[in-house]
């Protein structure tokens, strides 16, 4: 049974982070995974592209650097610590993350230069018995927004935590 | 990237051209930066191994992206990335640097795809596909699927 200070997360809001979607960023998360679509790096080229602009690789916004950010700089940030479900999944024997996977849902594109606000939720905690023994299970939901309103893509990821 | 593809183009069953990937010691810290994603398994061996994991492993999220790429560049321009999933069934590790922008030999990775289901729905030309990243075994460590708008030749 997984411990009170770990399932009241269950159904709340626990982030919300407003951060903008950089040229510069969109190249260098394009290049690190080797991706040479002119539409991230070409600004000519883009411009003359359906979108009109560069846009970001799909799946961007939803990296770490976006989401409920831990960092010093963020407003935010100091306070993020207390409301996730991480540092009290360690107590209750779930010390290990790792990641599972992901659901996406791409809505609108996203532009070099959005301001893009992602809500998260947690959709759910639990506990399963599996064969290498007993693990926890963490989803996510993250809603992003852009600075028009427009929901642009909604995310479920999973976290799985090994006991110990 | 291909040119412009047509959904009247696309029959079930079609495969999606494979897309290689290596990913070194160097990717990593590339994926590592430009994500976020600071999570010392995949860089700090005494770390991984402390985890049951052997040594430094590549990132799940970036055998992802490797794998929207797959679908990017087979839709086309005109196509839209709909919806994709996929999940982190077994780990892979990267190949070690030989010089500053080589590779030690070693495992290449094959994103491959297959188009399960083709549809509409509305104005809305629809292709499902199933998806995987395949280790240097044949394994396939990274299974997903992806829903793919395309343009109709009307």
């Not at chain 1, 960023?25 to 790096?41: C, E, T, V």
């Not at chain 1, 999944?89 to 606000?117: C, S």
């Not at chain 2, 897309?19 to 994603?37: F, Y």
């Not at chain 2, 055998?63 to 892979?92: A, I, N, P």
Request: neutral net charge.
């Amino acid at each position: 049974m997984l411990p009170e200070e770990v399932t009241k997360f269950i159904g709340k809001t626990v982030g919300t982070s407003t951060f903008q979607v950089e040229r510069e960023a969109i190249r260098r998360f394009a290049d690190s995974i080797g991706d040479y679509n002119p539409l991230y790096w070409d600004q000519d080229y883009a411009k003359k592209s359906r979108y009109g602009s560069i846009i970001a690789p799909p799946g961007l916004i939803c990296a770490p650097w976006y989401n409920n950010r831990r960092v010093a700089w963020g407003g935010k940030d100091p306070g993020a610590e207390e409301i996730i479900p991480g540092p009290n999944m360690a107590k209750a024997g779930y010390g290990r993350i790792l990641d599972g996977g992901v659901e996406w849902e791409f809505l609108h594109p996203v532009k070099a230069g959005d301001t893009i606000t992602a809500e998260m939720k947690i959709k759910d905690v639990f506990e399963r018995e599996g064969k290498s023994g007993k693990m926890a299970f963490t989803i996510r939901e993250t809603t992003y927004t852009n600075q028009n309103g427009k929901v642009v893509a909604k995310a479920r990821g999973t976290a799985v935590h090994p006991e110990g | 990237m291909v040119k412009q593809r047509y959904w009247e183009d696309v029959k079930e069953g079609d495969e999606i051209p494979t897309l290689p990937k290596i990913a070194t010691t160097q990717t990593l810290v590339k994926w590592a930066g430009a994500s976020g994603d600071f999570v010392p398994l995949h860089y700090d061996d005494e770390f991984a191994a402390a985890s049951g994991l052997g040594k430094s492993i590549v990132h799940g999220a970036l055998k992802r992206q490797w794998l929207v790429q797959l679908m990017t560049d087979w839709m086309g321009e005109e196509g839209t990335l709909r919806k994709f999933s996929c999940q982190y069934r077994k780990v892979d590790y990267p190949r070690r640097m030989k010089s500053l922008i080589e590779p030690k030999e070693g495992e290449t990775w094959l994103c491959k795809g297959k188009v399960t289901k083709k549809y509409t729905e509305g104005s809305d030309h629809f292709i499902d596909c199933d998806i995987w990243v395949e280790n240097g075994k044949g394994e396939a460590t990274t299974p997903g699927k992806a829903t793919v708008i395309l343009p109709a030749k009307g």
